[in-house]
């Protein structure tokens, strides 16, 4: 890595969201046409998502302001009710946030002092005297593949799939082993791992989540957070090879992980189906003929601009430097280093700041030589660190019900798509019990199909996804709750978080 820090100084806005959960099992929901507060959603939606603004934080309580997705604050008033708008003083809106020993939280207005508490329904900030009542549970508002990296080893959470174990000892979060799907079931935590088993309180991996895989999490804002079980165990790097396992003597807080979305990376391939992958001398050929390390690069793209970074293994990235050559020598801000995406039936045409298109030279070089994108500027472009999907759209995860005949994708929790590679672009999506996703007339899905069938996947954003369905549509989020195939147009429902 020489000296490269891979992780993000700076928390981005998606690991400061939470929700929060009253005594009741409730979460916290602002009504935006009546700009009032409640308590009375059962589930993690997009109107129970917060994002905390901290603007003085300490070991055990932080100053913070609670804002919506709306852009709105959460706002405490003198006679004791909560409502939802703007601030109209420095301090209007400010919570003293503290952490407790049981993964709770308080929130206690800094003006009258008086603590944020809900009755199951109502939400108000009436008493000073500290009791059960105030107490709140936040729940990380990311999507569930999440990479944990634990600051102190400065090293990725990797799934050991042979051993069974989990070690703390991967530099770079490229391969899929390193991510986790988060689970939330009855106020606690399950990690399951890439290979669809279940980190445990004993030194093994579960076949299926119970009560010794069930964790409590405990979360401080900027995406921070320790899994114990709740008996005074935590889960921390342990030995010489940093074996994840349950002990009672973490050191200088090795048993935080800084939780994050699982990053993508992909793999690309010239029209004569070479990788495109970085050599010595940090050039950039279209020549090698087998997947190497080098030849995998993490997709960072900005949905707004279409603009697209691509980041090696070394932590340097893809740019285009004199005489239109590419190297693999780039920092974060250079111009030089984002390029334009085009997409063409599921390959990628990525063109310079210098408005030339990127192909593969006679000398196997990768370089910015076209005026005109041509077939030998489209790259077949494929996900190296995932052999599944869970997807998120406005309404919630894509899964299965036994309450519905047909896929839906208003649910809390997702079932995982698994991705069978056809040609470029194209994946068939086979369903958790091996069977496929089957279409009907009206454009519905069904997850029990016989037959496989072509899907084409086009990246929007980092983390962001188009599906392209066989009957010539784009998967869409519908708001009663059923996953359809029947848009033309790529429109918000149909942008998918993975």
């Known amino acids: 890595m020489d000296g490269v820090e891979w992780i993000q100084r700076h928390p981005r806005v998606e690991d400061l969201r939470v929700g929060l959960i009253s005594w009741a099992g409730t979460y916290l929901t602002y009504e935006s046409c009546k700009n009032t507060v409640t308590a009375t959603a059962k589930s993690l939606g997009r109107r129970q998502t917060w994002e905390l603004l901290v603007s003085n934080e300490h070991d055990t309580q932080a100053v913070v302001r609670l804002k919506s997705l709306q852009g709105l604050y959460l706002l405490c008033e003198a006679d004791g009710s909560v409502a939802y708008g703007r601030p109209r003083t420095s301090h209007h809106g400010c919570f003293l946030l503290r952490f407790h020993r049981n993964s709770k939280w308080t929130l206690q207005c800094l003006i009258s002092g008086r603590y944020l508490e809900s009755n199951g329904e109502d939400v108000f900030c009436n008493s000073r005297v500290l009791s059960a009542y105030h107490m709140w549970t ?108 349950l002990g009672s003597n973490p050191i200088r807080g090795e048993e935080w992980f800084i939780l994050q979305h699982c990053p993508t990376w992909v793999t690309l391939r010239s029209k004569a189906r070479r990788f495109i992958s970085i050599t010595y001398g940090k050039k950039v050929h279209g020549t090698s003929e087998r997947l190497i390390p080098m030849s995998m690069f993490q997709f960072e793209c900005n949905s707004d601009n279409s603009t697209l970074q691509l980041r090696s293994a070394t932590g340097c990235y893809l740019a285009q430097r004199r005489h239109r050559m590419v190297m693999a020598d780039g920092h974060p801000m250079e111009p030089e280093t984002f390029f334009r995406v085009h997409w063409s039936c599921g390959k990628i045409i990525m063109q310079s700041s210098n408005g030339r298109y990127l192909g593969i030279a006679n000398n196997g070089l990768l370089m910015a030589n076209a005026t005109l994108p041509g077939s030998n500027e489209e790259f077949a472009i494929r996900l190296a660190n995932r052999t599944f999907l869970a997807l998120r759209g406005r309404y919630g995860y894509v899964g299965s019900s036994s309450d519905h005949d047909l896929i839906q994708c208003n649910m809390d929790q997702p079932d995982c798509i698994h991705l069978l590679p056809c040609r470029q672009g194209i994946y068939h999506f086979q369903a958790q019990g091996g069977s496929f996703w089957s279409i009907t007339s009206f454009g519905s899905f069904r997850p029990w199909g016989k037959f496989a069938l072509n899907f084409c996947i086009e990246l929007h954003g980092s983390n962001l996804l188009t599906v392209l369905a066989p009957n010539g549509f784009y998967l869409r989020a519908d708001r009663s709750g059923t996953l359809l195939a029947d848009s033309e147009d790529i429109t918000k429902e149909c942008i998918w978080e993975f």
């Open 138 to 245: 936040p729940q990380p508002a990311l999507h569930v593949h999440v990479i944990l990296y634990n600051p102190i080893h400065r090293c990725y959470a990797r799934t050991d799939p042979t051993m069974g174990r989990v070690w703390v000892d991967a530099e770079v979060p490229c391969l899929e082993e390193c991510g986790f799907l988060l689970h939330f079931r009855d106020g606690c935590y399950h990690l399951e791992t890439s290979t669809h088993h279940f980190l445990s309180h004993v030194d093994r991996l579960f076949s299926q989540p119970s009560s010794q895989t069930a964790f409590h999490m405990q979360v401080r804002p900027g995406g921070l957070v320790a899994l114990c079980d709740g008996e005074g165990g935590m889960l921390y790097p342990q030995g010489t090879h940093l074996l994840l396992g």
